[in-house]
């Protein structure tokens, strides 16, 4: 399976931002989110991670805007923030992308995703935050529960089970606690996640390097369903440049 990189760009008050985990970093320089995607494209990316932040915090909506980054480009684009009921799903679907991303907060009506994936099929992804509990006493848990918000919206492993019976065509998984730390990918949960379950899983949160994405290549490679990882504050830090990222992933492709 050959690996995609979907550079992101997080779109709060009309800008483009930085996250840490889930919070829009108050360091992060504010641009134009378009110009940003357009800089993406221009580097070669095949995917852009396009986030409405305001969606999905419940504090407003970008959507116009999206809507016409969306079509500005020639690239794919994976859409997320926000989408959990038919209202903000219809608003997703009238735009040009590619892919929806169902926010884990959409979890809290299995019955709802069921029907959704049931209708959309391959057009969305189910987005699987996981908060990892870890206690000296007790087995180490994996709950989803949104960035940036409290509610616990159940076990990963009980729900992934279910939503695989429904037919979920992806997941975007994301560890809660690495994103925008820039502290390194969690191989382990991903590799647990893609152990769980025959979908393609996209990954999130925590790269910080060109080798945590040739690691995750790599397992790609050797027929590990992970489909692609979505790189954010690494690029806007300078950790590396898009261009260098995807002629190493291109590489294990070739050496595999």
């Known amino acids: ?4 990189l979907l550079p992101a760009v ?15 970093d108050s360091g992060t320089r504010r641009g134009d989110p378009l110009d940003v995607a357009l800089s993406w494209q221009a580097d070669g990316a095949s995917w852009i991670h396009l ?13 116009e805007l999206l809507a016409s980054i969306v079509d500005a480009l020639d690239v794919n684009v994976q859409l997320s ?4 009921d038919d209202a903000s799903l ?4 009238s735009m040009n992308c590619a892919r929806i991303v169902l926010a884990t907060t959409s979890l809290s009506d299995l019955a709802w995703c069921n029907r959704v994936i049931a209708e959309h099929g391959e057009r969305v992804a189910i987005g699987l935050d996981v908060r990892i509990e870890v206690s000296p006493r007790q087995p180490t848990r994996h709950r989803l529960a949104a960035r940036g918000q409290d509610q616990d919206f159940g076990d990963l492993w009980e729900t992934l089970n279910h939503l695989d ?55 790609a490679a050797r027929g590990v369903n992970l489909e692609g990882s979505i790189v954010g504050k690494a ?19 070739l050496i595999e």
């Open 1 to 4: 399976m050959s690996f995609a």
């Open 10 to 24: 997080d779109v709060a008050d009309g800008q483009s931002v930085r996250l840490v985990q889930g919070e829009v």
């Open 51 to 63: 986030v409405d932040l305001d969606a999905a915090f419940g504090r407003g909506s970008n959507g």
């Open 81 to 84: 923030g926000g989408v959990h």
């Open 90 to 93: 219809d608003g997703a679907l």
């Open 165 to 219: 019976q429904a037919g979920c065509a992806r997941y975007v998984v994301t560890d809660v606690s690495r994103d925008g730390m820039l502290g390194g990918a969690n191989i382990g949960l991903y590799e647990a996640v893609t152990n769980a379950t025959s979908a393609p899983v996209i990954v999130s949160g925590g790269i910080s390097s060109i080798s945590d994405l040739v690691e995750l290549a790599e397992l």
């Open 235 to 253: 690029l806007y830090a300078g950790r590396f440049t898009l261009p260098a990222a995807l002629e190493a992933v291109r590489d294990v492709d």
